[in-house]
T-cell receptor, first 115, second 114 residues
Framework: ETGVTQTPRHLVMGMTNKKSLKCEQH?????MYWYKQSAKKPLELMFV???????ENNSVPSRFSPECPNSSHLFLHLHTLQPEDSALYLC??????????????FGPGTRLTVL | DAKTTQPTSMDCAEGRAANLPCNHS???????VYWYRQIHSQGPQYIIH???NNETNEMASLIITEDRKSSTLILPHATLRDTAVYYC???????????????FGSGTRLSIRP
């Protein structure tokens, strides 16, 4: 248990569906992150939030829409996805985005399959 | 792009020390060396980090060469549960910028054999 939870753990959706991934951290951290891990590819950073403000948007298509209502919760809203978006989506949190040697703690991920 | 080079795979006998090398020849003076691992179907797990000096914690030891161009992660007594992909990452420690992003490479797939 890392103190970062993600729901659902598995999700299958059609290309016309709208779904949301949820991440919650119980660590009192100020920064939260979304990563994507496709099969046989390295983890890719998607979004970074610090104190509910987005500080990084790593050229992610607009069909992925993040939301950070407070420092403990992070959502990733999905709509009109493509089959190539099937991947493991990982959430992480850290004490802050600034400061020395900040360590990120990862959740277990949501395995997404787009049909 | 990842700034580190690691072997694609390694194996180690259970109970022996596992030594995982990493090359980071272009590391800057303000960049830290981090190690994470990812056990199958789980999120990455932080292991250890260091700047110049060798570091040790309850999970592992990190040996950084004097010129900081390479490092070795040591798992002193490997168990079957240490089977995972191990990522060596360099990143800026202070402040936030594109340089401080954690960029994962392909890592080393470590297999522990009974």
């Amino acid at each position: 248990e890392t103190g970062v939870t993600q729901t659902p753990r598995h999700l299958v959706m059609g290309m016309t569906n709208k779904k949301s991934l949820k991440c919650e951290q119980h660590l009192g951290h100020n920064a939260m992150y979304w990563y994507k891990q496709s099969a046989k590819k390295p983890l890719e950073l998607m979004f970074v939030y610090s104190l509910e403000e987005r500080v990084e948007n790593n050229s992610v298509p607009s069909r992925f829409s993040p939301e950070c209502p407070n420092s403990s919760h992070l959502f990733l809203h999905l709509h009109t996805l493509q089959p190539e978006d099937s991947a493991l989506y990982l959430c992480a949190s850290s004490q802050d985005v600034q400061g020395f040697a900040d360590t990120q703690y990862f959740g277990p991920g949501t395995r997404l399959t787009v049909l | 792009d990842a700034k580190t080079t690691q072997p694609t795979s390694m194996d180690c006998a259970e109970g022996r020390a596992a030594n995982l090398p990493c090359n980071h020849s272009t590391i800057s003076g303000n960049e830290y060396v981090y190690w994470y691992r990812q056990i199958h179907s789980q999120g990455p797990q932080y292991i250890i980090h260091g700047l110049k000096n060798n570091e040790t914690n309850e999970m592992a030891s990190l040996i950084i060469t004097e010129d900081r161009k390479s490092s070795t992660l040591i798992l002193p007594h490997a168990t079957l549960r240490d089977t995972a992909v191990y990522y060596c990452i360099v990143r800026v420690g202070a402040g936030y910028s594109s340089a401080s992003k954690i960029i994962f490479g392909s890592g080393t797939r470590l297999s522990i054999r009974p």
